[in-house]
């Protein structure tokens, strides 16, 4: 059977090349159930869809219910009858498939548009405006591309998304992708494209690697078999594919990485790979000895010394992107005088939205004034942006230097920023949270904990009432808080150097 090229093609290829390889000729056999959470994604991406075409004013002819032939050709038909909006149309050459959400006229022709329940800019915050998607570019060049193929293009490399904010974000493809890089975001299409059609072609091979999207890819137990088999260097933290690639020419495998004398390799502050410092490259050394010392125990960098505080909370939040809420605040407390005992603290939106998204706030801030003076420890920095974010949301409930001190307060620790980055090392393949608890010995309760699972069972507990679920959430959380707890009385007992 033929396989075409259309947009979730790029799409996956800008997430993981290899993924596009195995979707081409992997053995079907060999994936994994479709998840939950990446069900739930589908479903509210095409919730979304609906009700905001349902919100739209101006008339649109809709095709989705067509065959795909007749869709084709009643896109080409409306176009060359100059309709104004066209929903769920189709566009093809001989290589190419586009399916975009939205054709609107432009003047003599059309441009293409999707409708996304995500964020059309992603890293925008106080400091930054953010930058367009690349996962999101490469598709809408591809209808720009499919649409200049055909006659119908109205403005050279020019598209658009309607995102989860209500916002239109222009998407000129001429546009440089960072500063850091100049290559235009229709330079990366048409390097995306080529790979990918080498991939098809199987001219090339791409190699997996290890990276943060596996979690929700099907072909993930397949890839990390082999990347086990093959001993590759993603296997270690931090050392991504990009890495890996330029690294791969003289340094094949973790025992490669390992045994290997830098000499040749680091040249003062610089190495032989672009972008790597020889402080990098030492640093990847050492957790590639731990990855291959048989019973190598993990170690500090440098002394830490933790607050003295009567009471430790742990600090975990669980958010709904879709829905843009902080569903749940959760604490685990325990006191210095009463260490063998510990009590959980959840504060709870039973439903997604604002009020009870404010009163789970107001709750937990109130929790946090009552319980004065105490260590917060949470991991990494999403707690601080999310109390940033609902302090925006409803001001009365806290001010900005309240949100501000609690966080800058010496006595507020990122255990993953401040302590396991900086001054820790280990015998794993990453630093999350899960990773580093299971590996001291704590277990969750639920067979498949994670925050994505954590966000479908939200959206079930708010469609059914199904206390089970809710009671599920609140395990899963304090599951995650009691991680933490472990982790921090592993890390008092930590012994300083590699002892391998």
Same mark, same amino acid.
């Given at each position: ?27 079907? @056999? ?37 065959? #795909? ?25 001989? +290589? ?14 059309? =441009? ?24 999101? !570019? ?74 943060? =999207? ?19 260097? +993603? ?10 690639? =330029? ?15 830098? *000499?040749?390799? !680091? $040249? ?8 790597? @410092? !020889? ?23 440098? !002394? ?103 966080? @800058? ?7 993953? @920023? ?8 280990? #015998? ?38 199904? *206390?089970?679920?809710? $009671? ?20 008092? +007992? ?7």
């Amino acid at each position: 059977m033929k396989k075409q090229i259309n947009a979730t093609t790029l799409y996956n290829y800008v997430q993981c090349p290899r993924r596009v390889q195995l979707d081409f000729f992997g053995d079907p @056999s060999k994936k994994d159930r479709v998840s939950a959470f990446v069900e739930l994604l589908w479903e509210r991406g095409n919730a979304f869809e609906r009700e905001t075409m349902e919100r739209l004013d101006e008339p649109f002819a809709d095709l989705r219910s067509l065959e #795909p032939l007749e869709k084709e050709q009643q896109t080409l038909r409306l176009m060359r009858l100059g309709e104004k909006i066209i929903y769920g149309g189709r566009i093809r050459t001989d +290589t190419l498939i586009g399916e975009p959400d939205l054709l609107v006229q432009k003047g003599s022709g059309y =441009v293409a548009g999707d409708i996304k329940s995500g964020a059309g800019i992603e890293g925008m915050d106080d400091a930054s405006d953010g930058k367009l998607k690349r996962h999101y !570019a490469v598709q809408l060049a591809l209808y720009t591309d499919v649409l200049g193929q055909v006659g119908f293009l109205s403005r050279d490399r020019f598209s658009f998304i309607w995102d989860v904010h209500g916002q239109e974000v222009d998407y000129d493809l001429d546009t440089t992708i960072s500063k850091r890089d100049d290559r235009s975001l229709w330079d990366l299409y048409q390097e995306c494209l080529d790979a990918v059609i080498g991939i098809k072609n199987r001219e090339q091979e791409p190699i997996a690697a290890l990276c943060a =999207v596996c979690k929700l890819c099907h072909w993930r137990s397949h890839c990390r078999a082999q990347l086990k088999q093959y001993d590759d260097l +993603t296997l270690i933290p931090e050392l991504g594919r990009a890495k890996r690639d =330029v690294m791969y020419p003289y340094l094949k495998t973790v025992h490669d990485l390992a045994q290997s004398d830098l *000499t040749g390799i !680091a $040249q003062g502050k610089k190495t032989i790979f672009p972008r790597i @410092s !020889a402080n990098t490259i030492r640093r990847f050394q050492e957790r590639a000895r731990l990855l291959t010392t048989p019973d190598a125990k993990p170690y500090l960098k440098e !002394a830490i010394e933790f607050p003295d505080a009567d009471i430790e909370l742990f600090y975990d939040v669980e958010t709904d992107p879709m829905r843009d809420c902080c569903y749940l605040h959760g604490f685990l407390e325990r006191k210095k005088s009463n260490p063998n005992r510990e009590t959980y603290h959840a504060f709870v939106a039973d439903q997604p939205n604002l009020e009870q998204e404010r009163d789970a706030f107001a709750r937990a801030m109130d929790f946090i004034k009552k319980r004065r003076p105490f260590a917060l420890y949470y991991y990494s920095h999403y707690e601080r942006t999310t109390l940033r974010r609902l302090r925006e949301r409803f001001p009365d409930i806290a001010s900005e230097a309240e949100i501000e001190a609690l966080f @800058s307060s010496e006595w507020a620790i990122d255990l993953y @920023s401040d302590i396991v980055r900086k001054s820790t090392e280990w #015998p794993t393949n990453d630093f999350s949270i899960k990773t580093l608890a299971t590996y001291l010995g704590f277990k969750w309760r639920d067979k498949e904990p994670s925050g994505a699972a954590s966000i479908e069972w939200y959206h079930r507990w708010v469609e059914t009432g199904d *206390t089970d679920l809710r $009671q599920r959430i609140l395990d899963y959380n304090e599951d995650d808080c009691i991680a933490m707890r472990v982790l921090l009385d592993g890390l008092r +007992t930590m012994r300083l150097g590699f002892n391998g």
